[in-house]
């Protein structure tokens, strides 16, 4: 099989926004990273893992070309210091273990420092993808039919029939191919709707060849390694510890906070003025899209800021039909955009793949994820996960609002 993963760009860009943060803040952290596939039925072959080995090997032979670093340098908040570093950097295939010791036929783990883990997780799932599509189907087929859904989602678009006001592509860590995901992009760059605007996409490599934003802040890991990764830190206090560590990097730029890592009602306790102030607007990922929406206008209105000024990105398992239900329901009461992934890079006849890698502890510490709704964690631990929601639950119990 032809190299998948072609450039050290190819990764999504909340990965370079959280890898500088890292890089001058928790250079030393060390993490554990655990892949997931949660389709039932689906089976891994032996030949698919040593293809999977093999594209892995490819992308750790990579390294960043000088026109890829002075473009990561060109972003207003990439500083020289970060390019640097990456100047200098390589991903070490010593860092993973790829087995076949799992119900679905593949397990891969990585460990390392938090600096070189973190920036597999994209291209090893945009691996794995690629591969399992590629060997378990037909995929002339496939990228036929994913053709096809993509002239009939441009079509509508074009018609009005979707109204998604400004929305990225988020699609790289599932997406059916690089192929696909490329055509997507160009796709929707070079077309116009009258009630949609296409405004960039999480991969960085194609957002430099396609001349449009690369788009994306921070992912939950941020949350839980700077929360949980020090054990003098209180758990339910997660969201305080990211949020100050993103201002002390970023000030008043890069600014879109997640807010389900730990429920977003415990992260409301931390996303008080100062913070509402800063960030830009914030991220949603799970439970009720319009629950939650309402639920952060309120914050702001209580807070006596203006809704209308702040972004509420929506990126949870969003189709247009969704996302148009969600604009509509919002206008005029609050910047609205959407981060949309699977739909658009990997919509053909065969379901898509359901897989993750989630950070499973940090410092040799367990970490967990408490969203909005259950199932999207991926926790070793069952002593610890009953501990944080232990802590979370103290918290929102008997800590009283304080506006700060």
Known sequence: MERIINSLLEADAYKFSMGQAIYHQFSDYKTTWSFKCRNTDVHFTEEMVEEIKNQIQLYCDLRFTEDELEYLHSIRWIKGSYVDFLRLWKPRYADFEITTDAECGLSIETRGTWLNTSMYEIPTLAIVNEVYFRMAHDYDKLIESFKERLDDKIAKLKEGVFELGAFSEFGMRRRLSG??????????????????????????????????????????????????????????????????????EYGVLNGTALTDAITTKCFLKDFQLTYATLFSGCRHDSGDPIEWGEMMIDHYKGLGIDPCTKTLLFSDSLNFEKATKICRHFKGRAKVAFGIGTYIANDTCVDPLNIVMKTTACNGMDVAKISDVEGKGMCKSPEYEHYLKRCIEWRMNHENGIIR
């Open 179 to 248: 192929e696909a995901q490329e055509l997507a992009v160009k796709t929707l760059k070079e077309s116009t709707f009258p009630s949609s605007t296409f405004v960039g996409t999480s991969n960085v490599y194609l957002a430099k060849k396609y001349g449009i934003t690369p788009v994306g802040t921070m992912a939950h890991e941020w949350i839980m390694c700077v929360g949980q990764g020090n054990h003098k830190h209180n758990p339910a206090f997660s969201n305080w510890y990211a949020l100050d560590a993103w201002v002390k």
